[in-house]
């Protein structure tokens, strides 16, 4: 993941987490904004504004992933949800999958 936005955004995320549970692929990011985004982010607007451009990064990122993520896997995604609190420099996205991943 930190690979995927260094390359695309030219910043990595400052932490990411990989959680699977039972049919759930959970990942979170933190830490994703770059300086001049911390500053906009300030405002109502700015907020508004950065997470609209963020939720671009991150449908962009769902089409880049999710084959990759069906693959290591083995297991084809059916619904997925992600969220972006730039306030926060936080992002979220969940993927289920059409069967039990967990043991």
């Keep these: 993941m930190k690979q995927y ?3 695309t955004l030219g910043k990595s995320v400052t932490t990411t987490k990989i959680n699977i549970v039972e ?3 959970i990942i ?3 830490g994703f904004l770059t300086e001049p985004e911390k500053f906009i982010v300030r405002t109502p607007r700015g907020k508004d ?3 609209a451009s963020r939720m ?3 449908q962009q ?3 880049d992933n999710l084959p990759y993520f069906e693959k290591r896997l083995g297991a084809k995604g059916i619904h997925q949800t992600y969220e972006v609190e730039p306030e926060n ?3 979220m996205h969940v993927i289920v999958f059409d069967r039990i991943l967990t043991a």
Aim: zero cysteines; hydrophobic letters at 50%.
């Design 61 to 63: 990122h769902i089409i």
């Design 89 to 91: 420099d936080f992002w």
């Design 49 to 51: 504004a950065i997470r």
């Design 5 to 7: 936005f260094k390359r």
């Design 28 to 30: 979170r990011g933190e």
């Design 23 to 25: 049919d759930m692929l």
């Design 56 to 58: 671009h990064v991150v």
